[in-house]
């Protein structure tokens, strides 16, 4: 399977981050195409502190774990508007954009993209492939949820970074991977987590009346 997967200035570099790792462990996953904003730079700077600045595939697999000479991951420039994923022509299952700003979620709802990421998006959208979009802001003003609306409309999966608590999460990766999980379910891609809900556990059956067994 090949994918884009683009990130962008929102909080949340660690979703990209371990969007990514799962990915390449899923063991169909053959080829990700990569394209970082500016922003995305500076937030995982800020975020994370590791520089991905430089278009260096081998500091990216650095911050992945993967080997040194890993051929995953093709990094692409933010302004190179021939790039593969630029094209509809050129083969693949789908994108992501994860997190995904407002500025980016807005050029892509408007048609009127400037740059790789807008682009590829809005060829992932004409080729009815699966556009899946993780918006982080809050609180969301209304051309913000408008934008969302549109881009579900046209088909994109908007999937907001607000991962659930019932599982219990106790690190902060835990917290992160049960919506990288779900990001995973609608791109098709198989994990090993079950993300599937199956009712309360046991020992919470009585929170709530029900007439399941
Ligand atoms: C530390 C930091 C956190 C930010 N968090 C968000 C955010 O959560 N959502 C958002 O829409 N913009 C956020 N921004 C602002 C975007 O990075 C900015 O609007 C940028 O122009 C987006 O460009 P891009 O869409 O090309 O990445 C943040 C900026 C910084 C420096």
Not at 14 to 27: D, F, W
Not at 135 to 154: C, D, K, V, W
Request: glycine share 8%; proline share 5%.
């Amino acid at each position: 399977m090949e994918f884009t997967l683009a990130i962008t200035g929102a909080s949340g570099s660690i979703y990209a981050q371990r969007t990514l790792m799962h990915l390449a462990a899923s063991g169909v996953v053959e080829h990700i195409n990569l394209i970082m904003s500016e922003a995305a730079t500076t937030v995982a700077k800020v975020e994370l502190g590791v520089d991905l600045t430089g278009g260096d595939r081998g500091a990216v697999n650095r911050w992945l774990g993967l080997p040194d000479g890993s051929r995953l991951i093709h990094l692409h420039r933010l302004d190179n508007i021939a790039a593969r994923p630029s094209s509809g022509s050129h083969p693949q299952e789908g994108m992501v954009i994860v997190p995904c700003s407002m500025g980016t979620l807005g050029a892509i709802a408007s048609g009127a993209g400037t740059n790789l990421i807008h682009r590829a998006a809005d060829v992932t959208l004409k080729e009815n492939r699966r556009l899946v979009i993780v918006p982080r802001e809050t609180p969301y003003n209304a051309i913000h949820l408008e934008n969302m609306l549109r881009l579900s409309r046209a088909g994109a999966h908007i999937i907001p970074a607000s991962p659930g608590f019932y599982h219990r999460p106790q690190t902060i990766e835990a917290l992160v991977d049960h919506l990288v999980f779900r990001i995973l379910d609608h791109l098709g891609v198989p994990h090993s987590q079950s993300t599937q809900w199956k009712g309360l556990p046991q020992q919470n059956r009585e929170l709530v009346s029900t007439t399941e067994d």
